[in-house]
């Protein structure tokens, strides 16, 4: 298997990966809460090592800042969901919430980096570049600017963002696998 097509593939799981835990497993109640949120941790974790596969084949600063970036909040949201997922006591759900909206918009915040760093090379189409520009910015604002409660009594906008975001990711993972060597 080539680099581009493993590269692919991690850009779809990345898009795909957690949605299909959360929904197919956690929510038709195969899973309990722990295990889906393990599960779901696993898939995330594809979304760095998708980014970091594409600075190996174009240099960029703004693609490796946003690289960082990513990492920085991907592991400020998975600790916030392991502790949400543990149920050890209300407390600990504060906690989990309190960290989750800043890891999570500090994630899409990474994302925007980087696909500011693809607008600035030929890795994909502009046009695939500005939208995840966009979606990723549009994601980070929203979870950035609102607090934890306007989140959770407005968070049904939430959902549909991910769905973006993740939409984007699987559009990348297929340009991604017809790039051309």
Do not use: C
């Amino acid at each position: 298997m080539t680099d581009k097509m493993v590269n692919g593939i991690l850009f779809i799981i990345a898009g795909l990966g957690s949605i299909a835990v959360y929904i197919g497993l956690g929510e038709t109640g195969l899973l309990d809460k722990g295990h889906t949120e393990k599960i779901a941790a696993y898939t995330l974790v594809t979304i760095p090592l998708a980014f970091m596969m594409t600075r190996n084949v174009i240099r960029n600063s703004f693609i490796d800042a946003g690289l960082v970036t990513i990492v920085v909040g991907l592991s400020l949201g998975l600790v916030s969901d392991a502790i949400n997922s543990a149920e050890i006591s209300a407390e600990s759900d504060l906690i989990g919430e309190a960290i989750a909206w800043t890891g999570w918009s500090i994630m899409y915040l990474g994302i925007f980096i980087s696909a500011m760093g693809y607008l600035r090379t030929n890795l994909f189409p502009n046009w695939l570049s500005g939208l995840l520009a966009l979606t990723s910015f549009v994601m980070f604002a929203f979870l950035a600017v609102l607090n934890g409660e306007q989140l959770e009594n407005g968070g049904d906008i939430v959902p549909p963002l991910w769905m973006i975001n993740s939409l984007v990711l699987v559009i990348l993972g297929v340009f991604t696998m017809r790039r051309a060597e």
